[in-house]
Structure formats: C-alpha cells, structure tokens
C-alpha cells in the first residue's frame, strides 16, 4: 500500500506567481489534512477535508490560500500570488474513512516551496 | 486551546547514551499523544502514540507513557544510535477539536559515533 504523495517534492516561485501543491491520500483514506512548517518551526494545522468538502479551515490565511480535495483525483493546495514569507514545507497526511479524530495521521514527504 | 511544549533542542548525545525528551501538554478533553520523527530531508513518520491515561506507547526502542496527572509524554530511549539522528515532535490530537493535530516546536537530536 502506498503511502502519501505529494508533488511537486521542492518548488520555486517568484512573487505574484501562484504555486499548487498536490497530495494523493493512502488508498483507503478519505480525510485529508494539510499543515505548513516554517523553518525552525514545528507543523501547524492549515486545513481538514474530505472528499469534494472542506471540514475545517481554521488554520488557513484568509487570502492567497485555498484548498480542495475533488471527487477524482488529488487533494491541491493552492497558493496565489506568492510572497517570500509563504516559503515553507507543507506536509500533507490522510487517515482513513471511518476513522476516529483522535486516530493517526499518516504523513507525505511535503512540498519545499521557496519563493524567491 | 491546545498546545504542546517540548524540550528545547538542539540535543547532543553519544551512541549508547539515554535520551530522555520531555513533552508537556495542555488540552480540552482527552487528547491522543504521539511522537512523531522526522529524517533529514523526508515527512513525519509516527514513532508510538498513547490514547489514553497510564498507556505506554513503544517503538524501536523508543517508550513513552501517557501521564494525566503531570500532562506529561516525555520521550525516552535506553541506548541511542547514530540513525536515530533526526527532529522529534510531540504531538497531540483532542476528542474535542476538529482533528487538528497539535505540534510540539520539534527537538533535534544528534548522536555521535
């Protein structure tokens, strides 16, 4: 069973482009989590979804970011006109359908978003 | 609201030396606690979670107990090796928050041969 992916692994943006992350959950998974770690900094939650719904996003900026999780094919993480302070990892983890919230989160390798 | 505070880093051991890392926590309900590691250059890989009070989650060594009296869920490992050279994070998730995993700041840990 594969793991998380997640694609692109590293990205470079300048200013004002926008960046997508993409994440394909664990086979069998159907809740999606998406947490950004700024350097020297631990994870923070950004968004919870689940197939073609956004459950929780409390801890998204309330600009530039969006995300979606469709009914085929990955979950994007979208960011729009990019500035240097969005340069960070972005992870991505799924747990599976039916799981309860305290269950684990399975982690993909993250994006590496720098903008230059 | 929820947090996690961990030890401060970096941390420097020798191989075979004991690590301890301590992991304090604040949180609504009753939180999940796990200890999450990552690689240099790689994602979080879970390394051993508690669900509940008096639960001691272990793995590859590494054991760590689920204190309620203390909020504590502090890392320990008898002999440590060179590959275990990496960023450790506590983590909590809360039966009362929409799961949202809670981090620790990360504490890296660097074993010398």
């Known amino acids: 069973n594969a793991g998380v992916m997640q694609n692109p692994r590293h990205l470079v943006r300048r200013r004002g482009q926008e960046a997508r992350l993409r994440c394909s959950p664990m086979?069998?998974?159907?809740?999606v989590y998406w947490y950004r770690q700024l350097p020297e900094e631990g994870l923070k939650f950004m968004v919870y979804?689940?197939?073609?719904?956004?459950?929780?996003e409390s801890g998204m900026p309330k600009e530039r970011f969006s995300a979606e999780f469709p009914k085929e094919g990955p979950s994007i993480l979208r960011i729009q006109q990019v500035v240097r302070g969005d340069s960070a990892a972005y992870f991505c983890?799924?747990?599976?359908?039916?799981?309860?919230?305290?269950?684990?989160?399975?982690f993909g390798p993250g994006t590496r978003l720098t903008v230059l | 609201g929820n947090s996690v505070t961990q030890m401060e880093g970096p941390v420097t051991l020798s191989e075979e030396a004991f690590l301890t890392i301590n992991c304090t926590y604040t949180?609504?309900?009753?939180?999940?606690l796990f200890w999450y590691v990552q690689y240099p250059g790689e994602g979080l890989q879970l390394l051993l979670k508690?669900?509940?009070?008096?639960d001691k989650g272990s793995n590859k060594g590494f054991e760590a107990t689920y204190r309620k009296e203390t909020t504590s869920f502090h890392l320990e490992k008898g002999s440590v090796q060179v590959s275990d050279s990496a960023v450790y994070f506590c983590?909590?998730?809360?039966?009362?928050?929409?799961?949202?995993?809670?981090f620790g700041s990360g504490t890296q840990l660097t074993v010398l041969p």
């Open positions: 983890a799924s747990s599976p359908q039916g799981a309860k919230s305290t269950d684990t989160q399975y």
């Open positions: 086979k069998g998974h159907s809740h």
């Open positions: 979804l689940q197939k073609e719904n956004i459950i929780d």
């Open positions: 949180a609504t309900g009753y939180p999940s």
């Open positions: 508690a669900t509940k009070a008096d």
């Open positions: 983590a909590l998730i809360s039966s009362g928050s929409a799961r949202q995993l809670t």
